[in-house]
């Protein structure tokens, strides 16, 4: 829909992603349950779990670009239905195929609503850009984090199914809302660039090198973090607090740091927070006492509550205002790749050398992509009509 510019994003668009989130959140806590229950196989396992990324990254590369043609409202409707399907279908389905369709719809969904929403955010807020983008990080942590527990009562209260059927409505009542939301549409859909010309903007290649590096720490932490604790004899219960402790400090600084960003500039925040967390990454390794690890986590988060808004708001500054959500659509794509091969490598490397050389391998290869991305930033020319953050950096 389209009309006069409103005075911020629709508040429905921070309720569904935190909705989206809990979702997501909600399958970690309860997959194995369900393998258990209806007997797939850790094949089986690996497909449901990896469904979403995949489709996830297909739909972020493939149908973002839409949202910059004029069908944005019609891509935060349609990743709402979708997500809402699948998640309705974890929780009436009982094979493993039914489960695998369910999470490839989820992350269409997602990777259709995720780059749209941030658009409509970034369509209206003007020099708040960094902290609404900041506000909407926090919903989707903030979500994901509540997803596990919120879930495993849900579980123990009414069965495995309870949380997605209950979820998949709280889902499915958001959707009249989603529609009448004022979404600013582009005024010039036929300038939208293909994706190949978005890449090659060095910029966006900047920015994108730090959101990759940024989801390789989460590759790793979703691949090992509860092993790393189990293996220090730490309980179930207390690995669900831990995940708490990262979550909801983040959750709490994210509109800090994208307030951050607006002020000092996306790219310089994100390498700046980006560089905090390096030395963190190599910690991990060295600490085995559980309370020292926390301390650790809460510096993680904060820093991790700068980095989110600054990668996504150097990327709207770097790609032209006609491509806000092909270049967040990119940005996510990234991070989804770059997640999946961490989480993929973590665990066999984590067997093989252990904790120490894992993450000290990790925080190198963040180091290099910190360079990578200030070495492109550099190379980033003034872009027509949009300022970039050169100055500030």
């Known amino acids: ?64 670009p839409y949202a910059d043609r004029g069908h944005a409202h019609r891509l935060l409707i349609a990743g709402l239905v979708s997500a809402a399907v699948g998640t309705l279908l974890m929780g009436v389905g009982s094979h493993v195929a039914v489960f695998v369709v369910a999470r490839l719809l989820t992350g269409i969904g997602y990777g259709m609503y995720i780059p749209a929403a ?49 979820l998949a409505a709280v889902v499915l ?80 600084f994210a509109p800090i740091g994208g307030r951050l960003a607006d002020r000092f500039g996306g790219m310089r925040t994100a390498t700046i927070s980006m560089v905090v967390t390096v030395p963190i990454m190599v910690a991990y390794g060295q600490i085995e006492a559980f309370w020292g690890l926390m301390v650790v986590v809460f510096v993680h988060a904060v820093a991790d509550a700068t980095t989110s808004p600054g990668a996504q708001l150097a990327v709207s500054r770097a790609a032209p205002p006609t491509d806000a959500a092909a270049a ?33 391998g990790a925080a190198a290869l963040m180091s290099l992509l910190v360079v990578v991305a200030r070495l492109r930033h550099r190379a980033s020319p003034t872009l027509p009509g949009m300022a970039i953050e050169g100055s500030a950096a």
Do not use: H, K
């Not at 809302?177 to 300038?191: C, K, L, N, T, Y």
């Open 328 to 360: 967040q659509g990119i940005l996510e794509a990234a991070g989804f790749l770059m997640a999946a091969l961490a989480a993929v490598a973590a665990a066999p490397v984590y067997e093989r050398v252990g904790a120490g050389a894992l993450f000290a």
């Open 173 to 252: 009542v958001c959707v009249p809302g989603v529609v009448r939301a004022e979404v600013i549409e582009s005024s010039r859909p036929q300038d939208a660039s293909s994706v190949r010309q978005l890449l090659a903007l060095p910029g966006l290649q900047a920015a994108v090198a730090l959101g990759a590096a940024f989801y390789l720490a989460i590759g790793v932490f979703e691949a090992i973090w509860a092993r790393l604790l189990t293996d220090l004899g730490t309980s179930t219960r207390t690995i669900g607090f831990s995940l708490l402790a990262f979550g909801i400090p983040m959750a709490f």
């Open 118 to 166: 941030r658009r409509a955010v970034i369509g209206v807020a003007g020099a708040q850009a960094g902290s609404l983008l900041g506000r909407l990080t926090s919903f989707s942590v903030g979500g994901f984090v509540l997803g596990p527990p919120l879930a495993g009562l849900a579980a123990d209260v009414a069965g495995p199914r309870a949380p997605f059927l209950l």
């Open 1 to 64: 829909m389209t009309g006069s510019r409103p005075s911020g994003p629709p508040a429905t668009l921070y309720v569904v992603t935190g909705a989206l989130a809990l979702s997501n959140g909600a399958v970690f806590a309860l997959l194995a349950d369900f393998q258990d229950r209806f007997g797939f196989s850790s094949l089986g396992l690996g497909l449901v779990a990896g469904a979403a990324f995949a489709s996830g990254f297909a739909a972020q590369v493939g149908l973002a």
